[in-house]
């Protein structure tokens, strides 16, 4: 079993900047993907950025140009630097690693962390 903790919530007045970090417990080499996705109140969780283990990177249009992911595998963490902040990006954000199986993927997730933006 893997354990992934965040860190690096808070709160936050619109135009600033956060930086959120996940920890897994186990090496990151072994993850196809790591990524962050979030989940305001009433909508679905929904995708931020992910990484690959080939480095290939993927943004939701909406945090393109403002967010950006990295990964460092010697301290087996997984990074979301965000700029520009804006009210809209207020969520709850989790860590997500996807191990592959023999038929598929299988995902991990975060506890999760609060990230507020005011206006």
């Known amino acids: 079993q893997v354990q992934l903790v965040e860190s690096g919530g808070g709160m936050v007045q619109a135009g600033g900047s956060l930086r959120l970090s996940c920890a897994a417990s186990?090496?990151?080499?072994?993850?196809?993907?790591m990524g962050w996705y979030r989940q305001a109140p009433g909508k679905q969780r929904e995708l931020v950025a992910t990484?690959?283990?080939?480095?290939?990177?993927k943004y939701a249009d909406s945090v393109r140009g403002r967010f950006t992911i990295s990964r460092d595998n010697a301290k087996n963490t997984v990074n979301l630097q965000m700029n520009t902040l804006k009210p809209e990006d207020t969520a709850v954000y989790y860590c997500?690693?996807?191990?592959?199986?023999?038929?598929?993927?299988?995902?991990?997730w975060g506890q999760g962390t609060q990230v507020t933006v005011s206006s």
């Open positions: 186990r090496s990151i080499f072994r993850f196809v993907a």
């Open positions: 990484t690959t283990s080939g480095d290939r990177t």
């Open positions: 997500n690693a996807k191990e592959s199986r023999a038929i598929g993927t299988y995902d991990y």
